[in-house]
């Protein structure tokens, strides 16, 4: 399913004119009727839309001392809730990028979080049924009716198999594919046209976020890939967990389909929760959770493949000492040579060599024009310098990130999607130390593993690897050379060997340059005559001009001449 479309051929993406003509409704009565109301009546036509009390565009024109973000961000907060949970869940995910958006406009979409409905249990066993192709009775033992999660996707319950095991089980939301697919669609479409009228709009980039989740919802909507997130993760752990610190919840497979995932159900108590139950248990958990920051890294940089949800809620303290984690349904991966890029900024930043740090940001990061480096060095210095060094509990790993970006974005660079996860992981490890109370330097974690790190990801057996798979793209473009130049020189000789140049643009400047490699031409063939001439007359003693050999005199005319018709070339 192809969850974001854009405008272009918009009656095709948006099927449901009803829809289209509700959500158009709801933003006309937000403030936006002016930004949307000629494209909506192109495709409805004489429909009416609801004014504001307060417009949006008036409000904005004010200057009043409210931030823009906040502006901005409250209404569409209000559209999102009534639009539902496709909406939500946008909101949900626009909250989660402190890169693009400011904290204003943040702190509006972080309210949607507590803005999910509940499903009917009647619908929740419809589509258990429909997908597992059994009645639930059949599967499970017993299903509490009340959900222990509720999310815009799907709603998580706790049950026993038949065969005595307690699970949890997650639910897709009935008709959630089309309702986002839908409602993406619509709302893509009808926020790039308040961005064609507003330019304060299009600076928060509400746009370029949206496409970016709509090409990561794949698999957040198809449970299939989360029990397969599942089952990899356990795989790459179980090769760097000597010392089994974290434990990964088994997937009954059998019962897992798009819309319904079965798991183990974890006995513990998670990291959220963790000081109203039993504050001696941070103690114990200090320990397993810098090893597990170690981990964390190592299972990254070597596979490229990691948990990018690591909130409180995700983690749990288990009865055997163990920390579980759960929710695989956001994942994050880098590519080798990204990975190795992250390696360079990493020892860039502990090294407090900024001007590696921006360039190997400029390397991996998303911009239309090449920034003023120096001022961009100056930039992140004075943003990184008052935090290096510090711990945890000195530090607020959150704010050093939001600078960092702020800086980024001061000189219009971005970086993309997959890159922002990867910090923002380790951003919200930072968030789960600090909500426990423990004091580990995830600085100093990153410099004692940085050197082995890059021993690791440069090592001899890695170059080696690289060499043969530069090798093999080098002699597979050789063996293709030669087929092109057959396929040149018989296109060439249909037009009798001949070139055919277009200029434009540059006409006068290539001009120029044709005519001093003119001139220059003309100066070689001079020089070559007049010496030429002068090589002629040998070891003679000459007495008196006609004793000039007259192949002397020819040589010396012909340089005369291709003078004059060099100056003439210049002309």
């Known amino acids: 399913m192809d969850i974001i479309r854009t405008g272009i051929g918009i009656t095709k993406t948006i099927r449901n004119v009803g829809r289209l003509k ?40 004010t200057g009043i001392d409210r931030e823009l973000g906040e502006i901005i961000g409250m209404r569409l907060r209000l559209i999102f809730e009534e639009l539902g949970p496709a909406a939500v869940k946008l909101g949900q995910l626009l909250a989660s990028r402190e890169d693009i958006f400011d904290e204003s406009f943040i702190n509006q979409m972080q309210v949607l979080r507590d803005r999910v409905t509940p499903v009917p249990f009647d619908e929740v066993k419809e589509v258990i049924k429909t997908s597992l192709g059994a009645d639930i009775e059949s599967i499970f033992e017993s299903i509490d009716e009340n959900p222990i999660g509720t999310a815009s996707i799907g709603v998580v319950y706790a049950g026993k198999l038949k065969s005595g095991e307690d699970v949890v089980i997650k639910v897709k939301r009935p008709n959630i594919d089309r309702m986002i697919e839908t409602d993406f669609s619509i709302l893509l479409f009808l926020i790039h046209q308040v961005e064609k009228v507003s330019e304060e709009v299009r600076y928060l980039g509400l746009s370029r976020a949206i496409e970016d989740f709509g090409k990561s919802l794949q698999s957040e909507l198809n449970f299939h890939i989360e029990a397969l997130n599942c089952q990899r993760l356990k795989t790459n752990l179980s090769k760097h967990d000597k010392e089994n610190v974290f434990y990964i919840p088994e997937v009954y497979t059998q019962y897992c389909s798009r819309d319904v995932m079965v798991m183990e159900r974890l006995k513990g108590v998670p990291f959220s929760r963790v000081r109203e139950h039993d504050p001696q248990i941070i103690e114990k958990i200090s320990d397993r959770l810098e090893s597990g920051v170690h981990l964390f890294l190592k299972t990254f940089l070597q596979d490229g493949f990691f948990h990018a949800d690591l909130h409180g809620g995700n983690f749990f303290y288990l009865e055997n000492g163990q920390i579980g984690l759960i929710d695989f349904g956001l994942m994050g991966s880098l590519g080798k040579n990204s990975r190795k890029s992250f ?35 100056s930039d992140v210095r004075s943003s990184l310098a008052p935090f290096i060094g510090l711990t945890v509990q000195q530090t607020d790993l959150s704010l050093v990130f939001k600078e960092v970006i702020a800086a980024l974005r001061k000189h219009q660079i971005f970086l993309p999607k997959e890159w922002y996860i990867v910090f923002r992981s380790l951003m919200t490890l930072d968030g789960v130390g600090k909500s426990l109370g ?33 090798g093999k793209d080098f002699f ?46 003309y100066c070689v063939l001079i020089a070559f005559f007049l010496i030429a001439g002068v090589l002629v007359l040998g070891d003679k003693e000459l007495g008196q001009w006609r004793e000039i050999p007259v192949l002397s005199w020819v040589f010396w005319v012909i340089a005369i001449l291709l003078s004059i018709r060099a100056k003439v070339s210049l002309r």
Request: avoid cysteine; proline fraction near 3%.
């Open 343 to 377: 390696v360079a900024i990493i020892y860039a930043l502990l090294t407090f060599n900024y001007e590696n740090l921006v360039y190997e940001f400029l390397d991996v990061a998303e911009y239309d024009r090449i920034p003023d480096v120096d001022a961009l060095v």
């Open 22 to 61: 509700e959500v158009a409704t709801i933003f006309g009565r937000h403030g936006f009727a002016e930004f949307i109301a000629g494209p909506i009546r192109s495709y409805i036509p004489n429909m009416v839309l609801p004014q504001s009390s307060r417009e949006l565009k008036k409000e904005l024109e």
């Open 476 to 521: 597979t473009s050789a063996r293709s050379v030669p087929r092109h130049l057959r396929w040149f020189t018989k296109e060439w000789s249909k037009k009798g060997y001949a070139f055919d140049v277009r200029l434009s643009g540059h006409q006068k400047e290539i001009q120029q340059v044709a005519q001093s490699i003119v001139f220059l031409s």
């Open 438 to 470: 423990i004091d580990f330097d995830l600085y100093s974690i990153m410099e004692s593993d940085i050197h082995e790190l890059v021993k690791e990801v440069f090592s001899k057996e890695q170059l080696i690897e690289e060499a043969i798979w530069t």
